[in-house]
Every structure is written in C-alpha cells, then in structure tokens.
C-alpha cells in the first residue's frame, strides 16, 4: 500500500472533521474522495500531505511513517481547485521550479521539463504567462509542476473543480490518460460521482467524518454498502420497503403470476430526452422507474394506468432504514 491512514481523527474546535479514519490506498492507482460537501474529504488530502495534522492516528507513505513529517519532506505533488502559478513566469520556468530549486543541473532540467509540457500538451504554450492560458490549461501546468519532482504520490484537490462543464469532462479523459502513461499514485477529492465512477480505480466514500466504504466504481455502484453510497453514487427510489435503482425496476401492466409485485397507479410520465421517468404511486409511497421510450411504448403505460411493479431479477436492493 502506498499511503496508509490508521485510525486518524480531526476536530476544528468541537465540531468533529474526521473520525477514526482508517484507508489503504494502494500504489500506482487513481483513488477518488468521494463525498459531498463537507464531509472531510479535503481535510484527509491535506493531512496526507502535511498541510494539516491530526489528533490522532497515523500516516504513512511507502512505508514511511510521515504523521510528524513537514510536507516538504513527504515526497508528495499538490495540486488545488484554484491553482497559484507564479504570475511573472513562463509556463516553462512555472514547470521547471521545483527542478530548479533543488539545483537540478540545467540540462536535465530542460530535457525533463520538455518531456512534461510534451505530455500535458503545452508545448507551443511555453513561452506565455500563466494569465495568457485557459482556466484547463492553468490545471495541466499545475499537474506539470507537480509531477516535475516525481512525487511518489499525486495529491489533487477538486483540480477542476473551477472549470465549465466541457472542460472539466475533458481534462477528466485527459488525466486518466496521463495517469496510464505514468501511473503515479494518485488521491484526488471529488463531489461529482460521475467524476469518481470515470476516472478512479478506486473510490473510497467519504460522510460526516466518516469512511462509508471502499471499492472499485463497480463494486460502489453494484453493491453499495448502505442506501448513503447507493443514493450518493446515483439514482435510487423506493420501491414497497426497499430502496431499488429507478431503472431497475420492471413494470407490467398484467400482474404476472407466480411473481411477486407491488400494484400501482402511474400518476406522471414524463420525457426526459431518451428516456421516460415514469411517477407511480405504490404501496403509499412513489416510486420512480425510468424506461426507455422504445420500452414505454412497448408497455403503452402512461399517465391513469394501473401497473404492477418488482425489481429486476439482478437488481441490487436495499432495505429502507
Ligand atoms: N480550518 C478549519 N477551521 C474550521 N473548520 C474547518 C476548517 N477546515 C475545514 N473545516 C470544516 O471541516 C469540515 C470538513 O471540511 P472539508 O473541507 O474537509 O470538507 P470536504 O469534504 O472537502 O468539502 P468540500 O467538498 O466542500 O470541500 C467542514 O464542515 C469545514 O467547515
């Protein structure tokens, strides 16, 4: 494992950040913090890499105990929503820094610097200064400077976060790609589960302090621990005393025998682009079930129709608490 949190506790004042956290997270992966606002997730990354310290616990990275180290020596790279890039320099000396710094000699650090805006794509962006970038192009330089000193592990938080819709999706596709080509060990805090669930290897689920669990984005979407990770990691509704994912949900329009349904009334159907939300009044409570319309229009169920409802025979269900 690379980085190794054991039983670590945060509080600001009385209110409790992080409590008794304890993760493995495992070398040359992408891992995601996942969670929603917060829930501790920035305040974990920052006690990995030093910017903050914990009550109690203990962190080590390959191996290392780090709990007492400054971040300095953690061998770490940073990267945060809203990037600080020395205005004044190019993008090239932005990137060379950290070589230049620690008095790397010169022609390494032009060949490695070269290697690294070769990789995140700014070559021909060298010579400008970071206000003369894109919001997406300001992240890959910051990426770049991190990754210049080859941390053992990549620390990112939101790194694009700031950024419109577009390009956050491609700078996702863009950093998953990089991380293939140098698979550094690699920790980045997200609140968008489509985020998580594209780019991580691994998600560990982070609530009130707390871990929530910890898996692959299949394991977290197909055997969610608790209704928390399934609402959190998508779509759910409730179905008689079970919570089911909303397409998971077979509808009829005959009771079919042998099998088990929950009869209802559909109150709404409603398009939404390819698919069909259809509203159905259940066992005193509303279920939502999404359809495609090549299967509503098949089913001919629509607003006043009596139905009856099961989950898919491999549906994932939860009992309600
Ligand atoms: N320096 C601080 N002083 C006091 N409270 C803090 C401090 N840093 C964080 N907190 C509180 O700790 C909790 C966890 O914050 P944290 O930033 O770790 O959450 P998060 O999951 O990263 O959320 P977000 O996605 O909004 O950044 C929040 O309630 C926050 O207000």
Known sequence: MSIDVRGVGKKFGDFVALDDVSVSIPTGQLTALLGPSGGGKSTLLRIIAGLETADTGTVSIEGRDATSLPAQKRNVGFVFQHYAAFKHLSVRKNVAFGLEIRKTPKDEVRRRVDELLALVHLTQFADRKPAQLSGGQRQRMALARALAVQPSVLLLDEPFGALDAKVRKELRDWLR???????????????????????????????????????????????PANPFVMGFLGPVTTLGDRLVRPHDVHVFTEPPSGLA?????????????????????????????TLTRAEQRALGASGGSTVWLRPAPDARTLALV
């Open 261 to 289: 349904t929950v009869e209802g009334k559909v109150v709404r159907a409603l398009r939404v682009g390819y698919e069909v939300r259809l509203e159905v009044e259940a066992a005193g409570s509303r279920t939502e079930v």
């Open 177 to 223: 790609r990089l991380h293939d080509e140098i698979p550094v060990t690699t920790v980045f805090v997200t609140h968008d589960q489509e985020e998580a669930l594209e780019v991580a290897d691994e998600i560990v689920v982070i609530n009130e302090g707390r871990v929530e669990q910890v898996g692959s984005p299949d394991d977290l979407y197909d055997t």
